[in-house]
């Protein structure tokens, strides 16, 4: 948070008045409060979707605030709200069904089991569909929206300690039983895997955000998110308990997508320098 005054405050380049922000808040805490409440008598509560529906308005706060880094309307991420959303569900379920071999299981919502990547597809999906529907340029939708994506990322990984999901492998090292290396599962002790992404994503979204202000190269926050979330994800995922991923074939199905984003990435980051390059005549 660089600036805060009566009126308004910035975080990460973005703009918030506040008594707006304090007036949400003020809702959001009796949100909690009731929820907390519904707990202590007996109702069960699914964190893990409350979360990923505050990552979402979270995504659309910030995205409307940085569409003026691209010279996109404030008002665009409201209109990709309305396809992302339900197709980044969609996909994160088919994700999780189609890996886990439970395709019939696809309907029985309370059972549980959303992917991330399965999300991030979905989501880039309805994206792509409104941006052509807006005849909006797809790479600078993206790049506003890709900061606010590994935001949601950092608050969803919250949720899968209340889940009990995403935990890595056995700590059986008295020594390295205590958070943040690693917290009590069932009875055992495990590393700590999803608060290690839920850092590094929280990281990765002041980065972006700074690349995003400091650089108006099309596509370079978007292939910027794709290289350094891959990275994060595969060292994640190297400490993931097998019992806690996707497989396919015997390899973790996140770690070869994660590799795939990061050549992506790269390749994606390097032809922009290239295409500068010539612009400028370097």
Known sequence: MKKF??????????EFKTKSTLIVLAIAFACLALFIILMM????????GILMA???????AFSSQFAKYRELSKDLPYDLVWWVFPLSLLGARLYYCIFEG???QFFDFMSGGLAVYGGIIGGAIGLIICCIIKKVNILKAMDIVAPTLILGQAIGRIG?????????????NPALQWFPISYKLMGEWHLATFFYECVLCLIGFFVLAKVLR????????TFGYMFYYGIVRYFTESFRDSTAQLTSG??????ILSLILVVLGTIGIVSIIIRERKKNNI
């Open 102 to 104: 439970q395709m019939s």
């Open 41 to 48: 008598c007996g109702v069960n509560v699914s964190w893990y």
């Open 5 to 14: 005054n009566k009126d308004s405050f910035s975080i990460a380049g973005a």
């Open 250 to 255: 015997g390899l973790a199905v996140s770690q």
């Open 160 to 172: 899968c300690y209340t889940a009990g999901c995403c935990y890595g492998i056995e700590v059986t």
């Open 54 to 60: 505050v990552g979402f308005l979270l995504a659309i």
């Open 214 to 221: 400091k650089f108006r190269f099309t596509g370079i926050v």
